[in-house]
């Protein structure tokens, strides 16, 4: 072996050490210890903070009609490795409808899956009032006409941790319409009240001299 093809054989040795030694170390994702599984962690932003308390409302939720009697107005869940909240409105009925939740960035987005067959979809990007999620008017779906009425805003406040209420604004030829608002509680949070019971009456005296 010559003098000049052993220099470069070990310029080039050297220069490989050289490069792992500068190279730094690859994060790896964090792991899931009870399930065996890597994932990677989300950063924390408003959207997302906001979005992890909005999941909370996921159960079942009833609402009173005028005569005070309780109706299945809501059945949430989460789903999609928790990337999602499905609910589905008046759940079995003929107007059932179903809204989807998810994050988009720095916003929370809301499809609304209308039973007219339109699906306007509203952002959320204001998390300054806690538990209040205002959604305005992004783009719709399916819609067939632009005079065609949509739903386009949306207010959801979580007043506490059994009671929800929903403000929809629908909009007609771009107008705002007809307004409409659903007041809900979780379903077991609000026990029946009993009857009371009669008081028991005394039993006539008989006559004297019977």
Not at 88 to 94: E, K, L, N, Q, Y
Not at 131 to 156: C, I, K, Q, S, W
Request: proline fraction near 7%; glycine fraction near 8%.
């Amino acid at each position: 072996m010559n003098l000049t093809r052993t220099m470069l054989i070990l310029m080039l040795a050297g220069g490989a050490l050289m490069a792992g030694g500068l190279a730094q170390p690859e994060k790896s994702p964090e792991k899931n210890t009870e399930k065996g599984e890597f994932t990677q962690k989300p950063a924390v932003t408003p959207a997302a903070e906001a979005f992890s308390k909005l999941k909370a409302i996921a159960g079942t939720w009833d609402m009173a009609d005028e005569e005070g009697k309780n109706h299945h107005a809501l059945e949430s869940k989460v789903s999609s490795a928790g990337s999602i909240l499905r609910e589905v409105m008046f759940p079995g009925a003929d107007h059932e409808m179903t809204n989807m939740y998810h994050l988009d960035g720095d916003a929370i987005i809301a499809t609304h899956y209308c039973a007219i067959g339109n699906q306007p979809r509203m952002a959320c990007t204001d998390f300054s009032k806690p538990g209040v999620y205002h959604f305005t008017f992004r783009d719709v779906t399916n819609r067939a006409t632009p005079d065609d009425a949509y739903m386009g805003e949306l207010t959801l406040t979580i007043v506490d941790a059994d009671t929800l209420t929903q403000h929809w604004v629908h909009f007609v030829k771009g107008e705002r319409g007809g307004e409409v608002t659903f007041e809900m509680k979780r379903r077991g949070a609000v026990k029946a009240t009993p009857e009371p019971k009669p008081e028991a009456k005394p039993s006539p005296k008989a006559p004297a001299g019977s």
